[in-house]
């Protein structure tokens, strides 16, 4: 029990040297979502009411997410990676009485947790949008209620949210992959790095590159035909292949290398 | 536990309440579509005893709906995707000139086909043709509609079209290849209908499927029914002309000089309803597809200056036929129509109500093909799709509805539309119009 303490302990000190940085992520992607909902209602809905699916719709949201996404993934890296390189971060760390095992779990759970606190952002952003636009709607010179339904509508019929309510066991693998794959390619990468081994870059850009082909594929799925459904799962294969052997290393690298 | 620990977990528990609510908050949603009958005109009663049922959505999402009385219960529907639809075929003809015709042979360029651009346009294509003309024709059967220009079979009838034609067939490497395009057939011919759309043409019955030779009157010989499922299963990607084959002819119809014309071909549950113009008078062949015998002919007087009927639905014993006539012009150039509907009685053979009615233009929309169609209890029930009548409306944004309309006596009793969260759709540019299929009128008992 101690030692699950102690590892929370050493997550929670990883998120708090980065808490400046995941505060800012997260404020501009709530920023940039309301000015791009708000301005959306202020250019178009003025003359004629636009829909909130039709507003989501624009390119602009999902490209915010993803960009904060990435931004994210980087500088959770770039913090991991300055402590494989700096002379003691990472051996101080690996003689901690948790070990090897707490190590790991402290860096999947810095980077699981900043992941959810992305996705609790991204959803605040969209659910103050939408209140936004109801008052804007209600304001607004043409009449109009939205139906009942409207944020359920808008959730399942924006590509880019089906990770956010997932309907699908595609989707939900993606959105399990979106969270788990960066955790695990931190640890990796990590560790890797540490003992010089750089063509671990060179799967973990593979893994990553496929989530984000996975990613499109995955919402194109929606309305392509059939022959990419091979394609489709031969992508979340080798995403849930890299996923266990990238894990599986860290934790064999970590046992018996040159840390301990 | 460290007050710094302690802080996050906090924060990561109302991150955590955050998306948990989220999810539950959309779930609770999914179900609320809000659909009701609007516009109801005439003895709203009707409702208690039928079910009009569908299922709205697109390729995101879909419900499915059910009306009980004047309330609707609706279902969300699980996600699909990489959707495969269910199999459709068509079958027309390819023209053969008759062996020992004279044939006239012209080498062109024609500029007809089109090859599609990056961004989506296309560029006519120019491309090596020959025309044929020749007095004398062989029907051959064949799916001319394939998608990449050739198909896999040629089915040879004992349809001979005897009209002067010129016929352009595509050259690939010195030799006719893919899908021929006959330039001058008669307006209005069932043959022309056959070559845009030839899904009247073909029935599915259990697990075979049976094609009728389409005919006019310029066909002579003997037309009927063939059994194509052998060919529906091969490959449409060959590249040269697929050899013209025999099977045998089920159900022989003697054309008698272009007299009879063969029209279409519809299931009539176990049995199959051969349609035939005899002499300009439309008759319904009902045959048993066990033995090859027609087991009743039902004359559908009224339908003469009709050139085919629209829908035909079965249900309950009983067959509906559709079909819509101009009447006036209206000041804007369009033509007021006029409803022609016939039920028949297909264990008795015979009509049993007769319906001419003007048709109604809801909203100023206009009704589309009839879904279906249900006679139970002497009321006939017609489901249509209403639409947008103006032409300006971008395709993908056109809204159409299921619109119902009750006869009794052969007068119309009652009337009203589907209305649901699509109008929100329409009205709000939603991205994606959400669109009503699978309709059907079930009685409310069954």
């Given at each position: 029990m101690t030692y699950v303490r102690k590892t929370a302990r050493l997550a929670a000190s990883h998120l708090s040297r980065m808490k400046r940085f995941l505060l800012a992520v997260f404020a501009l992607l709530l920023a940039a979502d309301l000015v791009v909902i708000g301005g959306a209602f202020i250019r178009y809905g003025r003359e004629e009411v636009l829909s909130f699916q039709s507003i989501l719709a624009f390119r602009v949201l999902p490209a915010c997410f993803y960009v904060a996404y990435?931004?994210?993934?980087?500088?959770?890296?770039?913090?991991?990676?300055?402590?494989?390189?700096?002379?003691?971060?990472?051996?101080?760390?690996?003689?901690?009485?948790?070990?090897?095992?707490?190590?790991?779990?402290?860096?999947?759970?810095?980077?699981?947790?900043?992941?959810?606190l992305l996705w609790a952002a991204q959803l605040l952003a969209l659910y103050a949008g939408y209140g936004l636009y109801r008052l804007a709607a209600m304001c607004s010179a043409a009449a109009w209620e939205p139906p009942a339904n409207d944020l359920y509508?808008?959730?399942?019929?924006?590509?880019?949210?089906?990770?956010?309510?997932?309907?699908?066991?595609?989707?939900?693998?993606?959105?399990?992959?979106?969270?788990?794959?960066?955790?695990?390619?931190?640890?990796?990468?990590?560790?890797?790095?540490?003992?010089?081994?750089?063509?671990?870059?060179?799967?973990?850009?593979?893994?990553?590159?496929?989530?984000?082909?996975?990613?499109?594929?995955?919402?194109?799925?929606?309305?392509?035909?059939?022959?990419?459904?091979?394609?489709?799962?031969a992508l979340c294969a080798f995403e849930v292949s890299c996923l266990v052997f990238m894990g599986l290393m860290a934790w064999r690298r970590l046992r018996r290398s040159r840390l301990g | 536990m460290?007050?710094?620990?302690?802080?996050?977990?906090?924060?990561?528990?109302?991150?955590?309440?955050?998306?948990?609510?989220?999810?539950?908050?959309?779930?609770?949603?999914?179900?609320?579509?809000?659909?009701?009958?609007?516009?109801?005109?005439?003895?709203?009663?009707?409702?208690?005893?039928?079910?009009?049922?569908?299922?709205?959505?697109?390729?995101?999402?879909?419900?499915?709906?059910?009306?009980?009385?004047?309330?609707?219960?609706?279902?969300?529907?699980?996600?699909?995707?990489?959707?495969?639809?269910?199999?459709?075929?068509?079958?027309?003809?390819?023209?053969?000139?008759?062996?020992?015709?004279?044939?006239?042979?012209?080498q062109s360029v024609s500029s007809d086909a089109a090859v599609g651009n990056p961004d989506g346009s296309f560029s006519p294509l120019e491309q090596s043709v020959l025309l044929e003309t020749a007095g004398q024709f062989l029907l051959c059967l064949s799916d001319t509609q394939t998608s990449i220009g050739y198909y896999p079979y040629r089915l040879k009838t004992q349809v001979v079209y005897q009209k002067r034609l010129t016929v352009q067939y595509p050259v690939l490497e010195g030799?006719?290849?893919?899908?021929?395009?006959?330039l001058d057939l008669p307006a209005g011919s069932v043959l022309s209908d056959a070559a845009r759309s030839g899904f009247r043409n073909i029935v599915r019955l259990g697990e075979r499927w049976y094609a009728i030779t389409p005919t006019d009157a310029f066909c002579r010989g003997t037309g009927g029914i063939y059994d194509l499922t052998e060919q529906l299963g091969l490959p449409d990607w060959s590249d040269h002309q697929p050899p013209v084959t025999e099977r045998e002819n089920l159900y022989p119809i003697d054309l008698e000089d272009g007299s009879n014309e063969i029209v279409s071909i519809e299931a009539c549950?176990?049995?199959?309803?051969?349609?035939?113009?005899?002499?300009?008078?439309?008759?319904?062949?009902?045959?048993?597809?066990?033995?090859?015998?027609?087991?009743?002919?039902?004359?559908?007087?009224?339908?003469?200056?009709v050139p085919t009927y629209e829908s035909f639905h079965v249900q309950g014993g009983y067959a509906v036929l559709t079909g819509r006539q101009d009447e006036d012009t209206l000041p804007d150039g369009t033509a007021e129509q006029a409803l022609l509907c016939d039920v028949i009685n297909l264990r008795e053979g015979a009509v049993v109500e007769r319906v001419r009615d003007r048709?109604?233009?809801?909203?100023?929309?206009?009704?589309?093909?009839?879904?279906?169609?249900?006679?139970?209890?002497?009321?006939?029930?017609?489901?249509?799709?209403a639409?947008?009548?103006?032409?300006a409306e971008e395709a993908r944004q056109q809204r159409r509805y299921p619109y119902l309309i009750a006869y009794s006596g052969g007068r119309r009793v009652f009337e009203c539309a589907v209305d649901s969260g699509q109008r929100e759709d329409a009205r709000a540019r939603t991205p994606q119009m959400r669109d009503y299929q699978e309709l059907r009128l079930q009685k409310e008992d069954d």
């Open positions: 990435g931004v994210l993934l980087i500088g959770l890296l770039a913090h991991f990676l300055r402590l494989s390189a700096k002379p003691g971060g990472l051996f101080a760390l690996r003689s901690l009485p948790m070990g090897a095992a707490g190590l790991l779990w402290s860096i999947l759970l810095a980077v699981l947790a900043a992941i959810l509508l808008a959730f399942v019929r924006t590509p880019f949210l089906q990770f956010f309510y997932p309907r699908h066991p595609v989707f939900w693998l993606l959105a399990g992959l979106m969270a788990a794959l960066p955790a695990v390619v931190c640890a990796y990468l990590t560790v890797s790095l540490c003992e010089r081994r750089t063509g671990a870059f060179l799967l973990a850009s593979a893994a990553l590159g496929g989530l984000a082909a996975g990613m499109v594929l995955g919402q194109n799925a929606i309305w392509e035909g059939a022959p990419l459904r091979g394609v489709l799962a | 460290k007050g710094r620990t302690k802080a996050w977990l906090r924060i990561l528990a109302a991150a955590l309440a955050v998306i948990v609510c989220s999810g539950i908050g959309l779930f609770l949603q999914r179900n609320r579509e809000g659909l009701f009958f609007a516009a109801q005109k005439g003895d709203a009663s009707v409702l208690e005893r039928i079910s009009v049922a569908g299922v709205l959505g697109d390729d995101f999402h879909s419900v499915s709906f059910a009306s009980h009385g004047t309330a609707f219960t609706h279902k969300m529907r699980r996600q699909v995707l990489f959707a495969e639809g269910p199999a459709h075929h068509s079958v027309s003809y390819y023209y053969e000139p008759l062996p020992g015709t004279e044939v006239e042979r012209e030799e006719k290849a893919g899908v021929p395009h006959i549950g176990e049995l199959l309803a051969v349609f035939i113009r005899s002499n300009g008078v439309l008759k319904m062949h009902i045959v048993n597809p066990q033995t090859w015998r027609m087991e009743r002919v039902v004359e559908l007087p009224g339908w003469e200056q048709l109604p233009a809801p909203g100023g929309d206009r009704l589309q093909t009839a879904a279906d169609a249900l006679y139970a209890d002497d009321t006939l029930y017609l489901l249509f799709y639409g947008v009548a103006t032409r």
